[in-house]
């Protein structure tokens, strides 16, 4: 539901801060993808969950990222079925056949960044299809908000939809928000699947958590919502 401000004054959703930059935004979006690329490269089965976090952060600090503005989170096995607000059981070892996802939110100067990606190790067809398709359904939501203008709210009902004709469950815990010079939150904290007007570009992350039916594993896939120029054929 949205709160009455929203209603009354949609445009103030996407008001920025004083430090906003779009050659900024840009530069923590990029990064922020890197450095996903560079912490999975380091994941192997064996590990365990809380030394992968641990790698994970180590990593962001070496790459001049030291501030995040939320947790930076690496989640193995069944731990990826949860909500990112969910702790994830601990002690868990990444298997030989196994999924992990990754969420990182690092601070670059003034600017956020976020983003987050599956992965897998070993043959398991299932899992390697969940991994896919999260970031295909990030794409065919993207798609459809760059050739419709619909709303969040709309997008996220069509995100569903498209879930759950591939065999997922969509978890609306995660339902997308706000990014901008840091910190957002002071500007807006409403999430994108409430929001009743077409997002802008380069003011949203759309956020796409899929869970399997059965409860085994799920997927992530997050980042800003942009044009097909920032994105590889």
Known sequence: MQNPTQTQHPA??????????????????????????AIAARIRPGMVEEDAVAMAKQTLIDAGMALSWHPTRVRFGANTMKAMRQASTPGAVLGDDDIFFLDIAPRLDAWEGDG???????????????????????????????????????????????????????????????????????????????????????????????????GRYGAFFEDMLLDDTHYPA
Request: charge should be neutral; include cysteine; proline fraction near 5%.
């Open 12 to 37: 103030a959703s996407e008001r920025v801060g004083p430090a906003f930059s779009v050659d900024g935004m840009l530069r923590a979006r990029n990064k922020t993808r890197h450095a996903i690329e």
């Open 116 to 214: 987050g990606k599956s992965y897998v190790v070993g043959n398991d067809p299932g899992q390697a299809r969940c991994a896919r398709d999260a970031e295909a359904l990030f794409h065919d939501v993207r798609g459809v908000w760059l050739r419709e203008r619909l709303s969040g709210q709309a997008l996220y009902a069509y995100a569903d939809r498209q879930a759950r004709a591939m065999g997922w469950e969509l978890n609306f815990d995660l339902p997308g928000h706000r990014v901008s010079d840091f910190p957002h939150a002071a500007i807006h904290t409403g999430s994108l699947a409430d929001l009743a007007i077409s997002p802008s570009e380069m003011r949203w992350i759309l956020e796409i958590h899929l869970r399997d039916p059965q």
